[in-house]
């Protein structure tokens, strides 16, 4: 394989689009959705990363780069998405199976998953220190800011804004997971994966609203239209910019409590065991890390609003997590800057076959196979997550080794899903 290989660049397109994985490994759906967004008006380029696959509204592993404009759409729904990770200084040697098994229950006593929210709004706060408390506090009151009515079917505008103080620090369904690791040292890290929960659901449908609605979009082609565009300098722009951002933080600070959560119950637990084997826990620094948002950002020395949906952003030193399925672990990468990728990089592995395929081609017994030695549900209920639905992790990261170097390769024990 030749280190020039990658990128490539995608044929019958508008503005530039070069891809980080072979033309003939991406389905036709995908191909189609990048051909399409290259076609928006604006668009400076379009960068396709290997996790490349189908999605709501744009392909997920793009990297879309506009001067006036973006697409609320090509955002997405779970605006602010991203991962968290944080390593330990315990080694395999310190767990056993039984260890595994309570310390997930552990965590999904303290962690809502799926549907599931805290029962008391701000009760989940108090695991942060007194100042980030208060800080956190005050984040969830400015809800009231946000620009968009929220009104759904069955809620009310406060409603759907209350829920939100429930929901913060819960980990959601899908492909969110809260998972213990091994690096090559034997060391354990804590990763997670999340996103804004409901509210962020909701800012992004009201704007997609929005923005297909305003005379300035009547005009674009009837495949574009989904990818109705906010211009800068209208207030449809600033309002989205302002409620994004918010669904933005909302995820990170959901992260960090979630991450606090699981710390705690680790070391309490640990704790515990201590009086007879002498452990205590401590915990570095975490790496705390987008893959579904918004940035402004200087691309070939122009200001740019640059939207990355499924994939992250590579600076050169910058520290990363890129998680795989949830059997095949994750990698710890370093950011190498490169700037054809607009400095961006993958953010997982990529699906390679729909929910709904999933489910009809795999059983039980197939999730049991491909997990044997991970603590984790093994039921019906997790079938769609199964690592033979998603793309070889591996593969993604050898990839693009233009764009980030590997620190560590984590590989799972322990599996918390929705």
Aim: net charge negative; glycine share 8%.
């Amino acid at each position: 394989m030749s280190d020039n290989q990658y990128p490539v660049t995608l044929q019958g397109t508008g503005a530039p689009v070069l891809m980080w994985a072979q033309e003939h490994e991406v389905e036709a759906s995908a191909l189609q959705q990048l051909r399409s967004v290259s076609e928006l008006p604006g668009l400076y380029g379009l960068r396709v990363m290997p996790d490349v696959h189908w999605g709501n509204g744009a392909t997920v592993g793009s990297v879309i780069a506009m001067e006036q404009a973006l697409a609320p759409a090509a955002v997405g729904v779970d605006i602010g998405c991203g991962v968290n990770a944080v390593r330990t200084n315990l080694t395999l040697e310190d767990v056993d199976d039984r260890d595994l098994h309570e310390i997930r229950m552990k965590w999904q006593d303290v962690v809502p998953v799926g549907f599931a929210s805290h029962q008391r709004a701000g009760e989940q706060l108090k695991v942060l220190p007194y100042a980030e408390r208060q800080k956190a506090a005050r984040f969830l009151d400015s809800v009231t800011t946000l620009k968009a009515d929220l009104s759904e079917r069955k809620h009310s505008d406060a409603d759907v804004r209350g829920r939100a103080a429930h929901q913060m620090g819960s980990l959601g369904g899908g492909n969110h997971f809260i998972e213990l690791t091994s690096d090559s040292t034997g060391r354990l890290w804590i990763t997670l994966h999340s996103g804004s929960r409901n509210i962020g659901k909701s800012l992004a449908e009201r704007h997609i609203h929005i923005a297909k609605s305003l005379e300035v979009n009547e005009n674009l082609p009837s495949h574009l239209r989904d990818l109705s565009l906010f211009y800068k300098g209208t207030p449809e722009m600033e309002a989205y910019l302002h409620d994004l951002r918010w669904a933005q933080e909302f995820a990170m600070l959901s992260r960090t409590v979630m991450m606090e959560q699981v710390k705690s119950a680790l070391y309490h637990y640990f704790s515990e065991k201590r009086k007879h084997t002498g452990v205590q826990v401590a915990f570095d620094e975490e790496i705390n890390c987008h893959h579904n948002y918004v940035a402004e950002e200087v691309i070939d020395g122009k200001q740019m609003i640059v939207t990355r949906k499924g994939a992250i952003s590579a600076k050169k030193g910058e520290l990363a997590l890129i998680p795989g399925s949830m059997a095949t672990g994750s990698y710890i990468v370093r950011g190498l800057g490169n700037e054809a990728s607009f400095q961006s990089a993958s953010h997982g592995a990529g699906r390679k076959m729909s929910r709904g395929e999933a489910k009809r081609t795999f059983t039980v017994a197939d999730v049991e196979r491909t997990m044997v030695g991970i603590e984790a549900r093994k039921d019906e209920g997790v079938i769609d997550e199964i690592s033979l639905a998603y793309k070889n992790l591996d593969d993604v990261i050898a990839a693009e080794k233009d764009l980030v170097e590997v620190v560590q390769k984590l590989d799972t024990i322990l599996c918390v899903k929705g």
